[in-house]
Every structure is written in structure tokens, then in C-alpha cells.
Antibody, heavy 117, light 113 residues
């Protein structure tokens, strides 16, 4: 059974940095894309980007390019989403997802991020 | 970017009845080389992450009841839920995965009347 376990809720101030994680199990980590989806409070779903852990090929939604960094560590089957400078508009729930290259087959439980002064 | 528009934004249906949710894309998500529609449907129950129900526009994910069906091609798609159950209360999203960035509809909230 594929499982994606994400790190816990975060509360940060504007300008701070943050790295959240998604630990995968139940499949060969290097065989599927791992991505991230943002859901702002009361809003819909936005795909942020994908990383392929085998070769670290990374695809970003242009709306998020330069704002976040995706990374992965295949020694620990863990994917990461990182911000260098958080803004209040980054508040939301962030889901990691697994994809064979098409639809999102599995979702993590979500990591709530609150950015407020 | 391909824009996905769902209708209605919300609907209330009685238990045992059927619900129909529409999804329209501003350009075709049918890939002519394989004749597949790159369209998925997700359900997000309150307080939970989304989960896939349908992919390739009409293929049910393993474990999804056959009360759920997807149809359509090109730019117009429909998710139909028959014999509505209380557990179907959720927000439903369509998604195109033909082009990057992959995009979602705004969501349709389904409630029990």
C-alpha cells in the first residue's frame, strides 16, 4: 500500500524560511513523480511542481517557479518543498502527491502552513 | 494554461437520487495520438485530502463504487453519481493532465438536500 506521510503543521513569520517533507513508502520511490499541490484556505487546488527522484528532473508550474524549491532524497524516500522567504500569501495546506506522469494517484495527508506576523 | 470550469459551483441532491457535475476546458484535452482524454475527477471529503475517482475521463479508480461514472470527450465532461449516499458529501474537482501546468476546475460542492 502506497503511503505518503507529511511533516506537521507550521507557523511562521513573513520573511522566514521553511522546508516541509513527505516520506513515501509502499512503492519504488524512484519510479514515480512526486509533486506538491497548494490549497489556500477555502479555495481550490493548484499544482506547484513535480520531481522525479531517479534523476531529479524537476518541473515547475510557472506560477511557482522561483518561489519554491522541490528536492528529493532517495536514500530516505523523502521529498521536500522549500521556501526561502515566506509571505502571508503562502498560507495554506500543502499536499504531496504521487503520479505515474498523469493523474495524481495518491495524496499525503497535507501540511498546514500559516504565515502571519 | 488550460482553464477548467465546473458547473454548478454547488448542488444539493436528495439521498438515493443522482448528481451531475460538469467540467469544461477551454481547449481540448483529447490527445489524438492515443485517443485518450487527459481528464481526471477527484473527491475531497471535509477535512481530508483529495482522492482520485476517475481518470482517462471514464476509468474508475480501483475501489471506487460503480455509482460513480465519468463521460465526455474533447472539452466537455461529466461526473455522474447515482444513488447518492451521505458519504458522497464532498467537493469534487476535475483536472486536466494533458499539458503543464496541470490545472483543476474550481470545485463543485455536493450536499444532501
Amino acid at each position: 500500500e502506497i503511503q505518503l506521510v507529511q511533516s506537521g503543521a507550521e507557523m511562521k513569520k513573513p520573511g522566514e524560511s521553511l522546508k516541509i517533507s513527505c516520506k513515501a513508502s509502499g512503492y519504488l520511490f524512484t519510479s514515480k513523480w512526486v509533486g506538491w499541490v497548494r490549497q489556500r484556505p477555502g479555495k481550490g487546488l493548484e499544482w506547484m511542481g513535480f520531481i522525479y527522484p531517479r534523476d531529479f528532473d524537476t518541473r515547475y508550474n510557472p506560477s511557482f517557479r522561483g518561489q519554491v524549491t522541490l528536492s528529493a532524497d532517495y536514500s530516505t524516500n523523502t521529498a521536500y518543498l522549500q521556501w526561502n522567504t515566506l509571505q502571508a500569501s503562502d498560507t495554506g495546506v500543502y499536499y504531496c502527491v504521487v503520479s505515474g506522469g498523469h493523474w495524481f494517484e495518491h495524496w499525503g495527508q497535507g501540511t498546514p502552513v500559516t504565515v502571519s506576523s | 494554461d488550460i482553464v477548467m470550469t465546473q458547473s454548478p459551483d454547488s448542488l444539493a441532491v436528495s439521498l438515493g437520487e443522482w448528481a451531475t457535475i460538469n467540467c469544461k476546458s477551454n481547449q481540448s484535452v483529447l490527445y489524438s495520438s492515443n485517443n485518450l482524454n487527459y481528464l481526471a475527477w477527484y473527491r475531497q471529503k471535509p477535512g481530508q485530502p483529495p482522492e482520485v475517482l476517475i481518470y482517462w475521463a471514464s476509468v474508475r479508480e480501483s475501489g471506487v463504487p460503480d455509482r460513480f461514472s465519468g463521460s465526455g470527450s474533447g472539452t466537455d465532461f461529466t461526473l455522474t453519481i447515482n444513488n447518492l449516499q451521505a458519504e458522497d458529501v464532498a467537493v469534487y474537482y476535475c483536472q486536466q493532465y494533458l499539458t503543464t501546468p496541470q490545472t483543476f476546475g474550481q470545485g463543485t460542492r455536493l450536499e444532501i438536500k
